[in-house]
């Protein structure tokens, strides 16, 4: 069951800076658990409740990144009570969810969890972004002491501390991809004029006449050899460099992702979801920066706007021409469709809210943003749409 139409959900001021500071920590929503599960349960221990969440809040979706005492991935961003915590500086509290017209009818307050309590604390960055919450839910009412409200309060910050380390992690990670290629390009350009050196040495060698003074032989066979180490050398370091990199996908990993991510959401409306590779080039890799953020916005943009029983499918393809890789993402459904206005307002940044086939609240900023980093990537995006027969999103990146 939703939420009543009438029941307008909430959108920070701040909304659309918001969402572009979640984006630049670029989560991987599956991957988070292990980095939060300690500060999980010990949030649930200290306010003395069944469970505890770390969550992030995109366009769409309640991202659960850390659960204790309830086994949940997501939810719909509109369907989630912490969609009001991330509106508050300090935190948000409800002593009885059955009583509260906003929330009483959301599927954890009914059978079988019959959840009663909660108090959300906002994960608010440096730059004053509250990008999720930290939470705690319970059967029954009750009411939190000053001392666990605090204690509480520096659980959350410590979440957006990791958080903040993990960025700064990968941007070192990214960093030291480049000095990576700079050095293969390096050991490139020692490679090849040792390579000619070897070459004039054995030319030497078989003009030299018996009668040469050995000690020639002697500094050949010696420049030979040194040459031949710093070739040995050179050769390790491009071997090494052709190990995968962490921050890399190939399609089929890429796939996989998006299914795991997406098909609940899809499952929930009775959709058919379908993500395909092209044939070829299945398993070279390519960077995943912001492929989940714009995959899964299109993604989820068009699970909102499917009827029930609709269809949602996903290309994904790379073509490779010499040392040029380009990714295509492919995404269609036959829901509501767009309106050429609407193409236009998209393309050009123009924000807007809407309303999904069942009801859920627009927030109508994903598909701006995910133009803004499709573009940040020079990357293109070309949107074709008939109004009640769907929408086809096509996204080309180069991969650099």
């Known amino acids: ?44 221990k200290i306010a003395e409740t069944d469970i505890s969440l770390v969550n992030l809040i995109d366009s769409f979706t309640q991202w659960s990144v850390s659960n204790y005492g309830l086994d949940i991935d997501q939810m719909p961003r509109e369907e989630s009570i912490c969609q009001y915590t991330i509106l508050e500086k300090d935190h948000f509290e409800v002593r009885d969810l059955s009583l509260d017209e906003r929330m009483k009818d959301f599927f954890y307050v009914r059978n079988p969890l019959n959840l009663r309590y909660y108090f959300g604390i906002p994960l608010t960055t440096p730059n004053g972004h509250n990008i ?26 410590e979440v957006v501390e990791k958080l903040i380390n993990l960025k700064i992690l990968h941007s070192v990670k ?45 500094y050949i066979e010696m420049i ?26 190939d399609l089929i990993s890429f796939k996989d992702k ?16 379908k993500v395909t590779t092209g044939n070829a080039n299945t398993r070279v890799l390519f960077t995943k920066n912001k492929m989940l953020h714009i995959a899964g916005n299109l993604i989820s943009n068009a699970i909102k706007f499917s009827s029930d029983y609709g269809t949602v499918t996903v290309k994904l393809e790379l073509e490779v021409k010499e040392d040029a890789k380009t990714l295509i993402i492919n995404v269609s459904d036959n829901g509501n469709g767009l309106s050429e206005q609407s193409v236009e307002k998209i393309l050009s940044g123009e924000m807007g809210t ?19 980093n499709i573009r940040s990537l020079k990357g293109d995006i070309k949107i074709e749409s008939q109004m009640g027969w769907g929408t086809n999103f096509e996204v080309t990146i180069p991969m650099v």
Do not use: W
């Open 258 to 273: 998006l299914e795991k991510l997406y098909l609940p959401q899809a499952k929930a409306k009775n959709i058919f979801f």
């Open 132 to 157: 999720g919450a930290l939470c705690v839910l319970d059967k029954k009412t009750k009411k939190l002491s000053p001392e666990k409200i605090e204690l509480l309060k520096l659980i959350a910050n």
């Open 174 to 218: 990214s960093e030291l991809d480049d000095y990576r290629v700079d050095h293969l390009k390096t050991a490139h350009d020692i490679r090849g004029p040792l390579s000619g050196i070897t070459g004039i040495i054995d030319i030497i060698r078989k003009k030299v006449n018996k009668s040469n003074p050995e000690d020639v032989l002697d």
């Open 354 to 372: 809407t309303k999904g086939t069942m009801g859920e609240r627009g927030y109508g900023l994903g598909l701006p943003m995910v133009v803004d």
């Open 224 to 249: 030979d050899k040194t040459t031949k180490a710093v070739l040995s050398l050179s050769e390790e370091i491009l071997n090494r460099e052709k190990s995968p990199k962490e921050d890399s996908f």
């Open 1 to 44: 069951m939703n939420p009543p139409f009438e029941h307008i959900r909430p959108i920070p001021e701040n909304e659309i800076s918001r969402l572009s500071e979640l984006t630049d920590f670029d989560p991987d929503y599956t991957n988070l658990k292990q980095e939060f599960e300690h500060l999980t349960a010990l949030a649930a």
